[in-house]
T-cell receptor
């Protein structure tokens, strides 16, 4: 299926565990983004990538790591999950002209 | 002061009403303005895109930008229950490839 997919859609983990959220897009868009969405804060940019092997920090990067070895994939890793990282995570890719296409989101709960 | 301010709502209206959603911003460099719609438990989707000041109309939706007041609006005419969603404004100083600054979103509820 064309578009942008995220996996898993739901994840429950424990404090201190490593978690990786996956994002895959089929359009070959150069730019990809990771956001978290929390009540009272809206969408906040965690990391973004302009191309394979090029990544940069957003507004709230602490505690997260990203990689981009292939254009179509942009995984987000929480190296040691904390309760404050409980959130809904959205991946997006950019078609150009500022139009970002968002994935369906991953709901992460850290116990 | 946050760069983009948006009333979180909820805004409740009856079906058929005209809805006005608004954002204010502080960064005068913003030139590109977007409205995203987000249904419950879904990702945001682009609804309207405008550059600089002026109006843009698409069906029942009209986006309005007033750069002198640093104020943008989204109007929905003949609102429908299917318009019930959270509406996020987003802005950028650059066209093409750039990051966006989002408002926190306004929840809209349209009752039949």
């Amino acid at each position: 299926d064309a578009g942008i997919t995220q996996s898993p859609r739901y994840k429950i983990t424990e404090t201190g565990r490593q978690v990786t959220l996956m994002c895959h897009q089929t359009w070959s868009h150069s730019y990809m983004f990771w956001y978290r969405q929390d009540l009272g804060h809206g969408l906040r940019l965690i990391y973004y990538s302009a191309a394979a092997d090029i990544t940069d920090k957003g507004e709230v990067p602490d505690g997260y790591v990203v990689s981009r070895s292939k254009t179509e994939n942009f995984p987000l890793t929480l190296e040691s999950a904390t309760r404050s990282q409980t959130s809904v995570y959205f991946c997006a890719s950019l078609a150009g002209g500022n139009e970002q296409f968002f994935g369906p989101g991953t709901r992460l709960t850290v116990l | 002061q946050k760069e983009v301010e948006q009333d979180p709502g909820p805004l409740s209206v009856p079906e058929g009403a005209i809805v006005s959603l608004n954002c204010t911003y502080s960064n005068s460099a913003f030139q590109y303005f977007m409205w995203y719609r987000q249904y419950s438990r879904k990702g945001p989707e682009l609804l309207m895109y405008t550059y600089s000041s002026g109006n843009k109309e698409d069906g029942r939706f009209t986006a309005q930008v007033d750069k002198s007041s640093k104020y943008i609006s989204l109007f929905i005419r003949d609102s429908q229950p299917s318009d019930s969603a959270t509406y996020l404004c987003a802005m950028s100083a650059k066209g093409g490839y750039s990051t966006l600054t989002f408002g926190k979103g306004t929840m809209l509820l349209v009752s039949p």
